[in-house]
């Protein structure tokens, strides 16, 4: 099979490469930048912008199978360029795919497509959209999303999406460096009570669901055409999950507490500020979705994954979080 992902130099990309090898396949990713990992493990790379049809077309075509991998994530940036990177880029690649006869194509959503203001505690994939979406992110990742299951059977491409929460482990360029980061210059607070409970998933359970994904979709397998929520073996309180990465790379427990009323008003007022100042490329010291994100419950129903994907965490909760503690030592 040929098989494309995009974004194949991130952090998932990399670890769904990984469980790829060695199966007789041809790899191809499709990004910005190159990377010595696809020349080490021979590779294909093809450079161009998922926002530019044609470089798209071009990349995806004679391709079996497309692993849609890249998105625009962080709490704060310009609808612009969310909307442009996340949503015409999903619309790119599957007007590329249906164009080009790709079978299949799996798409790396996220639970924040369901995320509004108030907690999810054990709610499954019926969970509906929100009226409102607090950050830009979520709105277009769930554009993107209804855009790619809507699309199931057309042209006869199979489609499915996966919704992996929290993903963290060795290499992870975002969630653990950054709350690292904050601990290192004192600026880690725990918000709210510190008891909501949140799903976190480990990189490679997250890249075995995306290859369980793939053996299990067709035009007429029950998985097509639907979303599943992706997490290790049950929630966990958040607030302990950050400080058992802490201690493992040696830091103390994170001290400092803030309301999440305080915490919520004080992302407003950041958010206008820099709205006002027009400030984009720098992300505000806090944002009303983060103050959500580490007060709230965010945890979810995974009886689909389980029954229709095959999906059960293959590497444990504590043994992932000694892992990526060893990495970031």
Not at 277 to 289: A, D
Request: proline content about 5%; aromatic content about 12%; hydrophobic content about 35%.
């Amino acid at each position: 099979m040929k098989i494309l992902i995009t974004g194949g130099g991130g952090f998932l990309g990399r670890h769904i490469f990984k469980k790829l090898f060695g199966n007789g396949h041809e790899l191809y990713s499709f990004s910005r930048s190159n990377s010595p990992f696809y020349k080490e493990n021979d590779i294909h790379w093809i450079q161009g912008d998922i926002q530019n049809y044609d470089d798209v077309i071009e990349a995806i075509k004679g391709k079996d199978i497309v692993f849609h991998t890249a998105s625009k994530v962080s709490p704060w940036g310009r609808w612009e360029d969310f909307y442009s990177t996340n949503v015409i880029g999903a619309k790119n690649i599957l007007k590329a795919c249906q164009k080009s006869g790709v079978a299949k194509l799996i798409y790396t959503s996220s639970p924040s497509v369901v995320f509004g203001s108030s907690d999810l505690k054990g709610v499954n994939e019926s969970t509906p959209y929100p009226k409102k979406f607090i950050a830009h992110y979520g709105k277009t990742k769930a554009l993107a999303e209804q855009l790619i299951l809507k699309a199931h059977g057309k042209a006869g491409v199979a489609t499915v999406a996966l919704r992996p929460h929290l993903i963290f482990g060795e290499g992870d360029p975002h969630l653990i460096p950054r709350m690292l980061e904050k601990a290192k210059r004192n600026k880690l607070f725990q918000v709210g009570d510190g008891q909501n409970l949140v799903d976190v998933i480990y990189v490679e359970n997250a890249a075995d669901a995306h290859i369980l994904a793939m053996e299990r979709l067709n035009l007429y397998s029950p998985i097509g055409g639907k979303a599943y929520f992706l997490g290790q073996e049950k929630p966990i309180p958040l607030w302990d999950f950050i400080n058992k990465i802490l201690s493992g790379v040696g830091r103390e427990p994170v001290k400092k507490k803030i309301s999440f009323r305080f915490a919520y008003s004080l992302g407003h007022l950041f958010e206008r500020f820099y709205q006002l100042c027009s400030i984009y490329k720098k992300e505000p010291p806090i944002t009303r979705f983060v103050a959500l994100q580490l007060s709230k419950s965010h945890y979810f129903d995974h009886t689909n994954s389980k029954r229709d994907l095959g999906y059960h965490p293959r590497i444990n909760l504590n043994d992932a979080i000694k892992r990526t503690s060893n990495s970031f030592s």
